[in-house]
């Protein structure tokens, strides 16, 4: 069957009607060669909702979506010929577009499971000379969340790996290196960090760690480094999704927040002082508390209504004169409930990290002394007798 396709940017142009025209040769020649498919890519760009300019409504975009409109299902007859489209921005489609007539369905393409992800795994390992230690059953039971492009990349940075050392075949070493550069970033080990810092950044990701470990919902941990990653981070901590999960408690959602918090609070039990290094962990803190009072009903205080703003729509037309739909009352107490999520949680993550304050001297022992501890290395500081309270603290 002859199969048409376009990208949607290719409809607009600067000059008026150049696009409504390349819609009607389009479908000229799919009228001549039906049955065909025809199949739209990123069709968003030219199909957006009508009416959100600040200008006039006598848009070229908005010519071009009409002439689609009337070619798929108007007054002609289109028979035989099959419509396909993709995008990632179905929010911001015009309605006439996704009646039925159009387009009948919406298909919505997940992130796969763990069946899906092997395999993926499997089509992308079709080329690539693997050892008998890479275990591809094994790699896709530890990328919940990973799309199919996200896999393709961490094979293929394995085998970048493999042959940066000048070697035929991919190990599992190279997965677990790629791994950690796909979920966090490359590793700038030219960096020079002063010994004062590196101290900080051990106690600050050994923080993470322990929460991650003692929370029963949010681990566990797969690697934690103290080599530094992207523009401003010292370290990270990594942890190992082990299934796939369709919803988030809030009690999941709590123990989130306590996790990012994990950082600052080791930083000033050890050290009586905190560092700009845990910013970003209080933005994702943050977020996370307001989504659960606004969007998620999670909150006693306010109650089950949403008062989430709608941050997704991008029309300057439609939210030029936009005004919240609650009072300036309400958004206090919308305030004051997220921060009380907050100073709760930061409490019980502060109680916890006390209790494990000698393996959280252990852990950034071991950091300064190897820069990166695999989950079997941090797990084992748990089983160790005898506290190190009095080991490396106090400011540098």
């Known amino acids: 069957m002859p199969f048409f396709s376009i990208s949607g940017s290719d409809f607009v142009e600067m000059f008026v009607g150049v696009g409504a025209s390349r819609v009607r040769d389009l479908f000229a020649d799919a009228k001549k060669n039906a ?91 079709k080329n690539k000379p693997l050892a008998e230690d890479v275990d591809l059953k094994q790699i896709a039971q530890t990328t919940a969340g990973f799309t199919g492009a996200d896999l393709e990349n961490l094979l293929n940075e394995a085998a970048i790996v493999a042959a940066r050392a000048d070697r035929k075949f991919i190990i599992a070493e190279d997965v677990k290196r790629s791994f950690i550069k796909v979920g966090i970033g490359s590793e700038k080990h030219s960096r020079i960090v002063s010994d004062k810092e590196k101290k900080i950044t051990a106690y600050h990701e050994a923080g993470h760690a322990i929460l991650f470990h003692v929370l029963p919902d949010v681990g566990p941990v797969y690697t934690v480094s103290i080599i530094p990653t992207g523009v401003s981070a010292g370290g990270y901590t990594m942890p190992l999704p082990e299934k796939d999960e369709m919803y988030l408690t809030k009690g999941k959602m709590k123990q989130d927040i306590m996790v990012s918090l994990g950082g600052r609070i080791a930083e000033e039990i050890i050290f009586d002082d905190i560092t700009t290094g845990a910013s970003s962990d209080i933005k994702k803190a943050t977020g996370a508390a307001r989504r659960m009072v606004t969007r998620y009903g999670m909150s006693s205080t306010i109650g089950t209504v949403n008062y989430e703003e709608d941050s997704d729509e991008v029309f300057i037309g439609r939210d030029f004169a936009h005004t919240k739909s609650y009072s300036e009352k309400k958004s206090g107490e919308i305030d004051e409930e997220v921060k009380k999520i907050i100073d709760e949680c930061y409490a019980e993550a502060k109680r916890l990290i006390l209790e494990n304050k000698d393996v959280l001297h252990r852990c950034a022992s071991l950091l300064l002394e190897k820069e990166r501890i695999t989950r079997e290395e941090f797990e084992n500081l748990f089983k160790v007798t005898g506290d190190l309270s009095n080991v490396g603290i106090g400011l540098i």
């Open 35 to 125: 049955p065909c498919i025809v199949f739209i890519d990123e069709i968003d760009a030219v199909a957006r909702k009508r009416g959100t300019g600040m200008g006039g409504g006598h848009d070229e975009r908005e010519q071009t979506l009409n002439q689609l409109l009337v070619e798929m299902d108007g007054f002609g007859v289109n028979e035989g010929i099959i419509v396909l489209a993709a995008t990632n921005r179905v929010d911001i489609l015009d309605p006439a577009i996704l009646r039925p007539g159009r387009f009948d369905r919406k298909i919505t393409v997940s992130p796969p499971d763990v069946g899906g992800r092997e395999d993926i795994l499997k089509v992308h390992a």
